[in-house]
């Protein structure tokens, strides 16, 4: 059973205009959120993170929001940029001393010119 | 150099070999954590430590053994590669855990012929 589910596999957006992605997760016990991007032939890299008292956390052009009612995970990306075409992994940490992170399937966005 | 690497980047092995895959860190960290990506599964966690001499069970630990005798390494064997095992292997450290940053290295991709 999924804990984490990142429902579109794929996205295509225009340069400059806003990307979008999405996660949904099951327990409303999880304590923080991280978003990883990836490239191809590379290791995910971190993005951002917000833990479970927040409702929003921004960095740059990327903020990442947190609706705890709805169980529900995005990652704006404002303006998107061709660099940003990567796979995006949205994870979840239990908390409460776990040291587990639980990957979604990833959404690879593709930021056309 | 300071970072994460994996050795090899690349291995081809045969059911029932044992194959051991390297990961160093130069950050002396004291978490490290190995995952495998498939294809359909996003990042797994296989085994994690939090600090040396201390490893503990992720979600797919099965088939796998992992030690950490120093903080800067965190090797992971396979004892008896089956097929099953083909994927692509990250190694990961961390400072505090899954719930802030962690460092991928580059992946070492298995294939069990």
């Known amino acids: 059973d999924q804990q984490v589910k990142q429902n579109s596999p794929s996205l295509s957006v225009q340069e400059g205009r806003i990307s979008i992605l999405n996660c949904d997760y099951t327990?409303?016990?999880?304590?923080?959120f991280l978003w990883y991007k990836k490239y191809p032939a590379e290791g995910p890299t971190f993005l951002i993170s917000?833990?479970?008292?927040?409702d929003k956390n921004e960095d740059g052009r990327f903020t990442v929001f947190l609706n705890k009612s709805a169980k529900h995970l995005s990652l704006h990306i404002v303006p998107s940029q061709p660099g940003d075409s990567a796979v995006y992994f949205c994870?979840?940490?239990?908390?409460?001393?776990?040291?587990?992170?639980?990957f979604g399937k990833g959404t690879k966005l593709s930021v056309i010119p | 150099d300071a970072g994460i690497t994996q050795s090899p980047r690349y291995k081809i092995t045969e059911t029932g070999r044992q194959v051991t895959l390297m990961c160093h860190q130069t950050w002396s960290h004291s978490y490290m954590f190995w995952y495998r990506q498939d294809l359909g599964h996003g990042l797994r966690l296989i085994y994690y430590s939090a600090a040396a001499d201390i490893t503990d069970k992720g979600e797919v630990p099965d088939g796998y053994v992992v030690s950490r005798s120093k903080t800067e390494n965190f090797p992971l064997t396979l004892e008896s590669a089956t097929r099953s095992q083909t994927s692509v292997y990250f190694c990961?450290?961390?400072?505090?855990?899954?719930?802030?940053?962690?460092?991928f290295g580059q992946g070492t991709r298995l294939t069990v012929v």
């Open positions: 917000i833990s479970s008292i927040k």
């Open positions: 990961a450290s961390s400072e505090q855990g899954a719930n802030t940053e962690a460092f």
């Open positions: 994870a979840v940490e239990p908390g409460a001393g776990s040291y587990q992170l639980t």
């Open positions: 327990n409303s016990m999880f304590d923080y």
